[in-house]
């Protein structure tokens, strides 16, 4: 799941979803819509509550819109305003990328991975969670 300053509300692309788990959200059913890079209009046609395992073991939960983007979005402000701190760091001696979220109710920390220009957020779903049961998705980076 890619961690993105500009996108407002976390997004995940319909095509990865196991359509039984997508219900209509407010979004969907006022008809809003999305600007793409392109500025092309991408319409929200519901939302996926997903839980997920991070790289550390915390089962997490994120509700995300849905809609026909081509990676998982995570919202920064969304994150923000669910009482996390975003932290995009790295140390000033070894350059460790110190880059994570930090969850101020649970006190729970998700390490984000650097990948080029681009931090992401490891996560496992459970099988039903995916489209197609028998696709498989890799991690990209190194």
């Not at 996108?7 to 788990?21: E, S, T």
């Not at 392109?38 to 395992?53: K, Q, S, Y």
């Not at 550390?56 to 995300?64: D, L, S, T």
């Amino acid at each position: 799941i890619s961690a993105d300053s500009g996108a407002g509300d976390p997004v995940f692309p319909r095509r990865m979803i196991n359509k039984k788990k997508v219900k209509p959200s407010a979004g969907s059913k006022r008809g809003l819509h999305y600007a793409s890079a392109t500025n092309h209009r991408i319409p929200n046609v519901g939302e996926v509550d997903l839980a997920f395992e991070t790289p550390e073991g915390h089962q997490e939960n994120i509700v995300f819109q849905v809609a026909d983007v081509n990676k998982p979005l995570m919202s920064i402000s969304d994150r923000v305003d669910h009482r996390c701190r975003v932290v995009f760091d790295q140390d000033d001696d070894t350059g460790e990328d110190l880059t994570h979220i930090y969850n101020k109710a649970t006190k729970k920390r998700m390490k984000l991975r650097r990948v080029g220009k681009v931090w992401v957020l490891d996560a496992t779903v459970t099988k039903d969670f995916i489209a197609d049961s028998s696709a498989s998705f890799s991690r990209p980076g190194p």
